[in-house]
T-cell receptor, first 111, second 117 residues
Framework: GEDVEQSLFLSVREGDSSVINCTYTDSSSTYLYWYKQEPGAGLQLLTYIFSNMDMKQDQRLTVLLNKKDKHLSLRIADTQTGDSAIYFCAEGGDSWGKFQFGAGTQVVVTP | GAVVSQHPSRVICKSGTSVKIECRSLDFQATTMFWYRQFPKQSLMLMATSNEGSKATYEQGVEKDKFLINHASLTLSTLTVTSAHPEDSSFYIC?????????????FGPGTRLTVL
């Protein structure tokens, strides 16, 4: 199975909060990341968290990290239609800098 | 800052031909570049890692003679799909990591859609 797992789909109403969850297996990852991919485009880094942190807030984004359970979440407050995209979590930080991506969560924001 | 470009954005070729995709870091020196392949509605699959001036390291199951990677300078890496076949049709994405990366971030290019007829 995959080393990084995510739920595949999330539907949310505009203005509500979105929560995307991710579990990973490599406890030695130095950083964990959230990337956003819009249709036909590459990946855009949204935020990252250092592995010794529990939480990071960046404007509408809140990242929670539970190292014990190897669980990472991304909360988007006041979700907008422009937030519709696929969100990937990734773990990384080995000596090569290689990332392991989850399968991506498609977020659909409805009016 | 930290922009990565890819060229071309889309390419259609006949089966049996070779296609070259370029990945450039526009405003930083990319000591390491990564090449990924993404199938529809799936995650990114790492194909290979290349460091400037070194041979690329390929992931298990990726044919190095078919997917030729060259990282000739700190701002340019190329992926050549040789003797392309329809099953090579995919979205190819490169990423780059700079020398001074403070949190090991990879900056991604916009991707290249390859269609092999």
């Amino acid at each position: 199975g995959e080393d990084v797992e995510q739920s595949l789909f999330l539907s949310v109403r505009e203005g509500d909060s979105s929560v995307i969850n991710c579990t990973y297996t490599d406890s030695s990852s130095t950083y964990l990341y959230w990337y956003k991919q819009e249709p036909g485009a590459g990946l855009q880094l949204l935020t990252y968290i250092f592995s010794n942190m529990d939480m990071k807030q960046d404007q509408r984004l809140t990242v929670l990290l539970n190292k014990k359970d190897k669980h990472l979440s991304l909360r988007i407050a006041d979700t907008q239609t422009g937030d519709s995209a696929i969100y990937f979590c990734a773990e990384g930080g080995d000596s090569w800098g290689k990332f392991q991506f989850g399968a991506g969560t498609q977020v659909v924001v409805t009016p | 800052g930290a922009v990565v470009s890819q060229h071309p954005s889309r390419v259609i070729c006949k089966s049996g031909t070779s296609v070259k995709i370029e990945c450039r870091s526009l405003d930083f020196q990319a000591t390491t570049m990564f090449w990924y392949r993404q199938f529809p509605k799936q995650s990114l699959m790492l194909m290979a890692t290349s460091n400037e001036g070194s041979k690329a390291t390929y992931e298990q199951g990726v044919e190095k003679d078919k997917f030729l990677i060259n990282h000739a300078s700190l701002t340019l890496s190329t992926l050549t799909v040789t003797s392309a076949h329809p099953e090579d049709s995919s979205f190819y994405i490169c990423s780059a990591r700079g020398r001074d990366s403070s949190y090991n971030e990879q900056f991604f290019g916009p991707g290249t859609r390859l269609t092999v007829l």
